[in-house]
C-alpha cells in the first residue's frame, strides 16, 4: 500500500479526500508558478468577493505576481 494512499485513508469521506486533493494541486500550482501559496490564498480569498466574475482568471496563480519567499 504506497504511503498516499495509507495518509488519505482517514479522510473521513470521498468528498473530504476531493477537498484535499483540490488544496494540493492548488498549492502545487502556486509552487510551480513563483506563487508564495499562503500570501496567494490571502490574496483571492480578499479579493474575490468584489472581483467581476468575467474576470476570474486574473486570480489564477500564474496571472498573479505575488513572490514566493
Known amino acids: ?26 498549492i502545487g500550482s502556486c509552487k510551480l508558478n513563483g506563487v508564495e501559496p499562503e500570501a496567494y490564498l490571502r490574496h483571492v480569498l480578499a479579493t474575490t468577493a468584489d472581483h467581476p466574475i468575467n474576470k476570474i482568471t486574473e486570480l489564477l496563480p500564474w496571472n498573479l505576481s505575488i513572490p514566493a519567499e
Open 1 to 26: 500500500m504506497s504511503l498516499c494512499r495509507k495518509n488519505y485513508l482517514f479522510f473521513g469521506s470521498d468528498s473530504g479526500g476531493e477537498r484535499a486533493a483540490l488544496m494540493y494541486t492548488l
